[in-house]
């Protein structure tokens, strides 16, 4: 079992914050009923819960939070938000912390690094919708 | 031992007061190993009193059959006191009789025996048959008992004519009394329960069976409920007529009921005097039912008879948190 | 004939070029001309769930700009912009959304547009071409001009998330929709219900991350197939390309594995209209729908060249 | 004697199990049964219809019906013969439902058993005679006890009603715990704005008598008829002089603690409880005070102006007759200290939610200023333990004491509102926000407020130089959790006051195994006790908050209205019998009868006086404790008598 020292000072307010700038959601509004995990079809590829990152983004544990692959195994699909029943854009959340991520290393996947056979033979709009969400 | 001229002096004393009206102590029998109770309304009839391993019977029942006469007009109540001798086991039943109000404590005066165990009758009868003599018997230091007949001492060891209730004793010294003759005796840990384990842990039809032949024998001669100081009942539910809880027929199914009501009437109230199956004719172990029962209380309900007049009784006690056990 | 603002998108005039034409022509079929924008630009898919980010915000305001002005050169329009893939739908309707509950937001992009000359002032829907089809033309309309019901065709309807995502871009319920079930079976195809009509294909995760795609698209071809259907229809090019190419892999991969042809909803009502089969652009798919159409008698014989 | 037997089906119930057909034939040969009859629902109006039908033409004198239990219908059938002018106490029901077919499935078994308990009704009801319930007058005056809000509640309803009520409340002043509150949740509302005016009226109703500072003693009788003994303790102050000056107070040499605000602030030995009491009196307390002697100290007695300090006043015992009585003493938090790991007691910094409260309160012992006992700082971070002590069977409270979750949320919530930069920490094991807009108020504590909950209980606390470490567990990120915190608040439980548990035992009112007082119906009778007259009122039956009290109290006064706006009431008539010829007055039935209903006499017997015991029939409930516990035989219970039961015995036994 893991451990964890809470503590609840700058740095933790202030990562927190900033999730919640970006994301524009209240991260205190989750009250931890995991439907958003639930219904995530993705959640089995995911090292991390969904509710367990916002969990963590409440307590202001940066380091365990951008350390999970959850947020880049997340396809956007919504289903969370939708169903939040706090009404949480749950997406957003996951849309932060990737920001939050690429805006200090704005390269999640290196584009000059795909294959050509990959860039030529995909459609646009894949290619596009991913450095979107994957680059800073 | 108890020094019987202690004894003596101080019933003598207790005698000569106004406000006692008489004392019950133990006599030499008329024969054989027997002692008689003895009652002395004045200081001379003290002298016959004596206390010795032999005196076994329970005085307790005394104070309770004293017969009140109807009063003619202007006749006053006797309230004078009675007085009595008792060893542990009896003054725990005076202690429950007063718990169940047959009793005032006022009314009585008791002089308490510390007592190292009384000699079962029948043990001693069946090592001496016929014995028609007065014999005395007394304790030395070493746990046996002298017994001299005629010119003859026997010493035999203690432990092979002290009835079965004795060596199973808890209480050995009186929990009530006004005067104590001698020093308390020192109360040993023992195995209380280890007669029931028979009883206890054999399969149910075996015990039945065990049961069945002891009842019986039972010939209803209700010398039990003579002998024993808490069956005091005014009527007793033996002798009701409506309903009629026992028919007077002496078979199998009504012996069993009497002795099972018997035991449950005790039950939480019974203080292991022996004196019911002492007095048994037919030989009925009746002391293994009266320690089951007194064993059960004991556990379900943290209960013990006889040990302070302050406390209420079991039956009378009533909490919705008593266990159930025995509603089936 | 009612004239609509269209915005293809990227992908309606590359790899899905089959939905474009189908769309068209059906359009016409209903009465409807769906008039491409001049000079339009990329939707900026995948809007962004930032809430601090202006600049990903511009692409579809100018969209939308555009479409306004476009709005105003034709004849009979109502003030409504048409999209056919589900996530310039979505990604427009977001963006809508916002500027129009945000003024600030606005007046920011707006600044920005200033260069363009353009401005954009909250006055223009965004509607799928499904909307249209469902609220305008209706199913009975459609029905009317099918001259070759789908028989046989088993389709189960596959949403993907954009159409029904998020709240402010769905088409319809986003637990319970019924639209591609209605058209389906307006066409005379055979409805086959999934379960797994809406679980997201695995989306852009196909360009870094194919296992994702790859896991997803059994499942929801598995769920079809296992409850009989032999044909997917969908509305987004994304969704189609994913379960269409994999797919094809799945199948090289497991010989076992049997594969059904995706078809975009104008596909079918194409078909089923009577339209040359050549509009489809079936040439393009993975998975080649024109065997099976063909066995149930739905396409001549003929090969089409 | 005609006896007419009735089988109800009670639809599928009782029919779908039983053979009621086979049960009613089985009735027909046996002696004195003029007609057995099967019939859908019996307690139908056709039903009753049918079975007066019979008793018009077919003479019948006895009924019985086999159906449900007799604490649903049995009044019916009662009121049934009444009306066509037999005797009630001749009908018999046999319980076939709930003691058959519900609890067995084997059609031909239940059937059996069926038939084995009506034909031992039947013989047994050829044995019942005609009874005659008694009637007793009623008082119409009412005793409340306890000066709580659900006591404050329950007089204040009664008394409108226009009942004299008495108050008897044991400290100086009413308002009870609640009086200690800060604010309330969900509302916030100020929990002595709202209480305040309340004890106002009760200090001001004409038919109110309030008795603050007092305790009841004893209480005789039954209901209609209570005898209550209450002891007034002496203020030592004249309430009708004192002028509430307060010029007493600084001279008084004496300093304790005040319970008021929770041990936390001193107070000198006379003092007023709080600003709002009623009776708005100073007191000296009796304990603290130098003696009451005026040769040792009579500092307050030199300066009171209004010469209102007598310290010859003396308890005073009262004894007043009530035809009702509410229960209402109220809880005591759960003590804290037994909770080792939490360290409360040694560590300053561990407080009770109780305390807390008053730490919070503007007219607390810091001026609303949030600060820590040990040092007086303020906390900037508060850590508040959920449950603790509650729901934990091994070593603690078993139960939910329902309020918990709520009042630490709001007093997280009221910590982030006077600490703005401050961090309440909640560890919790379930938010349970049963109660109208709990669960919003929950919500906006943490979304509008920031309060952080973390699931999982603490299970140690050290002391860390200034702080505290707290030793928890994250459940939901499985992860052992450990923070400093400037302070702890502990949410304690609930548990039955030491009032509760004293009138409990005063008037043998059973208590549950948690100690607070059984209801006489958890669900259709939530104010009633097993004591005809008895009411309960508030947290003396269990945790509960303000609404849920105040509306507990209000229900309480109107049960014990039903009964003081009778002119006299019947008293049911199956109750023990002394037969005085076999009792030999051992009183085991007096200790052992759960209502105190029977006692030893004093009887001349033949210029003997003997003791007998003899049964009050207004307080017997016929429980039958007493006649199972006589050795002798000689309680006889009516309508159950011996003779009956063995007749029951035979015919179960026959089979």
Redesign the interface.
């Known amino acids: 079992m893991s451990y964890e020292y809470i503590k609840f000072g700058k740095e933790e307010r202030e990562f927190r914050q900033k999730i919640e700038e970006i994301s524009g959601e209240n991260i205190f509004s989750c009250y931890q009923c995991g439907k958003c995990s639930a219904g995530c079809m993705f959640s089995d590829k995911m090292d991390r819960t969904v509710n367990q990152q916002i969990l963590r983004i409440q307590l202001g544990q940066k380091e365990k939070v951008l350390s999970a692959n959850t947020h880049w195994v997340c396809a956007s699909c919504l289903t969370c938000s939708v169903r939040c029943p706090r009404d949480i854009d749950v997406a957003a959340i996951m849309e932060a912390i990737r920001e939050y991520t690429l805006r200090e290393e704005p390269e999640k996947i290196k584009i000059s690094e795909l294959p050509k056979k990959v860039l030529e033979k995909l459609p646009n709009i894949a290619l596009v919708a991913n450095f979107r969400k994957k680059t800073g | 031992m108890v020094d019987q001229k202690q004894l003596i002096k101080t019933a003598k004393e207790i005698v000569s007061r106004e406000d006692v009206k008489y004392i019950v102590g133990y006599k030499q029998g008329t024969y054989g190993f027997v002692t008689s109770p003895a009652f002395a309304y004045t200081p001379e009839d003290v002298e016959s009193f004596i206390y010795n391993p032999l005196c076994k019977k329970n005085l307790a029942v005394y104070p309770i059959l004293e017969e009140k006469l109807p009063l003619k007009r202007g006749e006053e109540e006797d309230k004078r006191k009675i007085g009595l001798v008792v060893k542990g086991c009896d003054s725990r039943a005076l202690v429950q009789i007063i718990q169940e109000k047959g009793l005032v404590r006022e009314d009585l005066v008791i002089i308490g025996i510390p007592c190292k165990g009384v000699i079962d009758l029948k043990k001693i009868e069946k090592r001496f048959p016929n014995q028609t003599e007065v014999v005395d018997v007394e304790e030395n230091d070493n746990s046996e008992y002298i017994i001299k007949i005629g010119d003859t001492v026997h010493t035999i060891p203690k432990e092979e004519l002290l009835s079965e209730v004795c060596k199973s004793c808890e209480f050995p010294n009186p929990p009530l009394y006004d005067f104590l003759m001698g020093e308390e005796v020192e109360v040993r840990e023992k195995e209380v329960y280890s007669g029931l384990r028979g009883l206890d842990e054999t399969p149910i039809e075996e015990r039945w069976a065990y049961w069945e032949k002891h009842f019986q024998n039972c010939i209803r001669c209700y010398a039990c409920r003579e002998a024993c100081p808490l069956c005091y009942c005014k009527t007793c539910m033996a002798d009701m007529l409506d309903p009629q809880w026992i028919r007077r027929s002496v078979n199998l199914s009504e012996n069993t009921a009497w002795n099972i009501m018997r035991a449950f009437h005790l039950a939480g109230r019974c203080i292991s005097c022996g004196e019911c199956e002492s007095v048994c004719p037919a030989n009925i172990p009746l002391m293994e039912l009266n320690k089951k029962l007194e064993k059960d209380v004991k556990e379900m309900f943290k209960y013990t008879a006889g040990l302070d007049t302050e406390e209420k009784t079991l039956f009378g006690t009533f909490n919705p948190d008593d266990p159930n056990e025995f509603i089936m | 004939m009612v004239q609509y603002s269209y915005f293809p998108?990227?992908?309606l005039k590359?790899?899905?070029k089959g939905f474009e034409e189908t769309a068209i022509a059906v359009s016409k079929k209903l009465n409807v001309e769906l008039v491409e924008i001049p000079n339009w630009n990329?939707c900026?898919?995948?809007h962004?769930?930032?809430?601090?980010?202006i600049m990903?915000r511009i692409a579809p305001v100018r969209v939308l700009s555009r479409s306004k002005k476009h709005i105003e050169t034709l004849e009979e329009s109502p003030n409504q912009v048409v999209t056919l893939?589900s996530?310039c739908n979505s990604t427009l309707k977001i963006v809508s959304k916002e500027v129009s509950d945000n003024q600030d937001t606005l007046d920011k992009i707006n600044y920005q547009l200033e260069d363009d000359e353009l401005t954009y002032e909250n006055d223009i829907e965004v509607k799928h071409f499904l909307e249209i089809l469902r609220d305008s033309v209706g199913y009975e309309g459609i029905s009317k001009k099918v001259v070759k019901p789908l028989k046989g065709l088993k389709v189960s309807p596959y949403y993907g998330?954009m159409l029904?995502?998020?709240?402010e871009a769905k088409i319809d319920d986003?637990e319970m929709p019924d639209v591609l079930e209605s058209l389906v079976e307006s066409l005379g195809a055979e409805l086959v219900m999934s379960p797994l009509f809406?679980?997201?294909c695995?989306?852009?995760?196909?360009?870094?991350?194919e296992n994702?795609v790859s896991?997803?698209v059994e499942k929801i071809v598995e769920a079809a197939t296992r409850r009989g259907a032999n044909a997917l229809v969908v509305a987004c090019?994304?969704c189609s390309?994913?379960i269409d190419q994999q797919q094809k892999a799945m199948a090289k991969e497991s010989a076992g594995f049997k594969p059904i042809p995706i078809f975009y909803f104008t596909q079918l009502m194409a078909l089923a209209m009577g339209e040359p089969v050549k509009i489809n652009h079936f040439k393009e798919h993975f998975i080649n729908p024109e065997p099976l159409l063909k066995e149930l008698g739905l396409i001549g014989r003929k090969k089409t060249k | 004697m005609k006896i007419g037997v009735y089988i109800c089906e009670c639809g599928s119930n009782i029919a779908g199990t039983v053979d009621t057909e086979k049960v009613a034939q089985s009735a027909e040969p046996l002696p004195k049964v003029a007609v057995s009859r099967v019939y859908r629902y019996a307690c139908s109006e056709p039903g009753q219809n049918l079975i007066t039908q019979d008793i018009e033409e077919l003479g019948l004198d006895r009924v019985i019906v086999a159906a449900c239990s007799p604490s649903m219908h049995e009044p019916t059938f009662r009121a049934l013969l009444r009306e066509k002018g037999l005797n009630p106490y001749l009908l018999e029901m046999v319980n076939i439902r709930e003691q058959c077919s519900w609890v067995h499935s084997d059609k031909d078994q239940a059937t059996d058993k069926a038939i084995s308990l009506l034909t031992s009704a039947i013989l047994r009801n050829t044995l019942m005679k005609p009874l005659t319930p008694k009637k007793v007058g009623v008082i119409n005056k009412a005793l409340v006890i306890g000066g709580g809000i659900a006591g404050i509640q329950s007089a204040l309803d009664l008394a409108e009603v226009g009942y004299q009520t008495y108050l008897v409340e044991k400290t100086p002043s009413i308002g009870g715990k609640m009086a200690q509150l800060d604010k309330t949740f969900p509302t916030l509302d100020c929990s002595a704005c709202i209480l305040s005016p309340k004890m106002v009226d009760v200090g001001r109703h004409p038919n109110i008598t309030l008795l603050a500072n007092s305790e009841v003693i004893e209480v005789d009788g039954y209901v209609g008829n209570f005898n209550v003994k209450i002891r007034k303790k002496a203020t030592y102050v004249d309430p009708v002089k004192c002028t509430l000056c307060d010029e007493c107070v600084p001279v008084c040499p004496v300093i304790v603690h005040d319970e008021y605000n929770a041990d936390l602030s001193p107070r000198r030995a006379i003092y007023i409880p709080f600003p709002q009491a009623v009776p708005a009196t100073y007191i000296i307390d009796e304990e603290a005070c130098l003696g009451i002697d005026p040769l040792i100290c009579a500092k307050c007695r030199d300066v009171c102006g209004p010469d209102a300090i007598d310290f010859d006043m003396k308890p005073e015992i009262i004894e007043e007759e009530f035809g009702a009585i509410i229960v209402a003493t109220g809880y005591e938090p759960y003590p804290i200290e037994n909770i080792g790991e939490y360290g409360y007691g040694t560590i300053h910094n561990v407080i009770s939610g109780l305390e807390f409260e008053r730490i919070i309160s503007a007219s607390g012992p810091t001026d609303g200023v949030v600060r820590r006992p040990s040092d007086g700082k303020v906390p900037k971070t508060v850590v508040f333990i959920h449950c603790a002590g509650s729901r934990d069977p091994a070593k603690h409270l078993p139960y939910c004491s329902k309020v918990c979750c709520m009042y630490s949320t709001k007093h997280a919530l009221q910590y982030r509102h006077l600490v703005h930069d401050g961090t309440a920490v909640n560890f919790y094991i379930d938010i349970r926000t049963a109660g109208k807009d709990f669960e919003e108020f929950y919500q906006r504590a943490a979304e509008e407020d920031g309060v952080i909950y973390i699931k999982g209980k603490v299970s140690e606390l050290i002391e860390d130089g200034d702080q505290v470490l707290v030793r928890g567990v994250n459940t939901l990120t499985s992860e052992t959790v450990e923070m400093h915190a400037d302070l702890v608040v502990l949410a304690t439980g609930l548990i039955p006051s030491e009032g509760t548990r004293q009138i409990a035992k005063m008037l043998k009112l059973p208590v549950d195994s948690t100690g607070f007082i059984r209801e006489a119906h958890p669900k259709l009778k939530p104010v009633d006790t097993v004591i005809s007259g008895v009411f309960l009122a508030g947290t003396a039956s269990g945790p509960k908050d303000i609404p849920e009290t105040v509306s507990h109290a209000s229900g309480a006064a109107s049960r014990a209205s039903t009964i003081l706006a009778q002119k006299e009431l019947e008293i049911e008539a199956t109750i023990a019998n002394v037969n005085e010829i076999l009792c030999r007055g051992c009183g085991m039935c007096v200790d052992s009868c759960p209502y105190s209903a029977i006692e030893l006499v004093a009887k001349n017997s033949f210029g003997h006086t003997i003791k007998v015991a003899s049964v009050n029939e207004a307080l017997c409930k016929g429980c039958g404790t007493c006649s199972a516990t006589c050795l002798n035989g000689a309680i006889n219970h009516l309508g159950y008598t011996d003779s009956q039961i063995l007749a029951q015995i035979q015919a179960l036994g026959g089979k």
Not at chain 3, 164 to 167: F, M, Q
């Open positions: 998108g990227c992908n590359t790899n899905a990329c900026g898919t995948v962004t769930m930032t809430s601090d980010n990903k893939c996530m998330c029904l995502h998020p709240e986003e809406k679980y997201c695995g989306s852009y995760h196909i360009v870094d991350q994702i896991s997803q090019p994304l390309y994913n």
